[in-house]
């Protein structure tokens, strides 16, 4: 049962990793951030909104990760 638990721990990980990347190589391409710049958007707001997001997307995956490894450990 440990060596699942380190497994689910691994792929929370990965995919934490994975979707960083991916928002980032969204942004690059779309000009997201640029466009958001060029309509007014303060470059502090910005920032503050985007850790944010970060900061939330963490919690619900580790979050989630916690659950599911409460409800699947048989320990007492």
Known sequence: MVAFRIVLLLLAVS????SFSMVLVD????YSK???FVSGVKPLLYW???F???VVRLILV??????VS???????
């Open 48 to 50: 503050i909104i985007n």
């Open 34 to 36: 640029h466009l958001q």
């Open 15 to 18: 995919v934490i990793v994975a």
């Open 52 to 54: 944010l997001h970060d």
């Open 70 to 76: 409460n409800l699947l450990c048989t320990c007492t």
């Open 62 to 67: 580790f979050g989630l990760f916690s659950i």
């Open 27 to 30: 942004e690059r391409v779309s």
